[in-house]
């Protein structure tokens, strides 16, 4: 009998945290949406001041990568504003879409690389790559 009693309530409680209604996706969802209507200006500030504190930048060097910051938040919005054009593109004109791309972060790349630090280069490099690597993990884990 006491163990009957110990199994409903093990049961019962479980059930009753299963249903708890703070989601942490809902959170986050809520707080992209508020993102959204954040100025390129606004993002490109926050994404130098993270740099900042990533890479312990000099005020010069906050200066010189905030505008690269406000471009590349810029190409951002324009290319989520043209994606859903990608699939009416040819094979010609995607493949020139593509390599625009590349050539743009090349090009970003090196200038990244002209202001930064041997040191802080390196470590750019490390947390451009994790990210890349965090964002196709997430992809695979929604199949």
């Known amino acids: 009998m006491k163990n009957l009693v110990l199994i409903a309530l093990v049961l019962f409680t479980y059930t009753v945290s299963a249903q708890r209604g703070d989601h942490p ?13 954040w100025t390129p200006e606004q993002k ?10 990533d890479l312990n930048l000099t005020e010069a060097q906050q200066e010189k990568i ?3 910051q ?13 994606k ?3 699939s009416d593109l040819s094979s010609k004109e995607l493949f020139e879409a593509q390599n625009e791309r ?4 090349i090009d970003t790349q090196n200038k990244f690389k002209a202001i930064l630090t041997a040191d802080q280069f390196e470590l750019w490099e490390k947390m ?8 196709r993990r997430k992809g695979r884990s929604r199949s």
């Open 128 to 135: 451009k790559s994790r990210k890349k690597g965090t964002k």
């Open 44 to 53: 490109a500030e926050l994404a130098t001041k993270k740099l900042t504190l």
């Open 25 to 37: 996706r809902k959170e986050k969802k809520e707080m992209v949406n508020k993102m959204k209507d």
């Open 102 to 105: 590349l050539e743009k972060q």
């Open 70 to 82: 406000l471009e590349m938040v810029k190409d951002r919005v324009h290319m989520r504003a043209h």
């Open 66 to 68: 905030y505008p690269l």
């Open 84 to 86: 859903e054009k990608k």
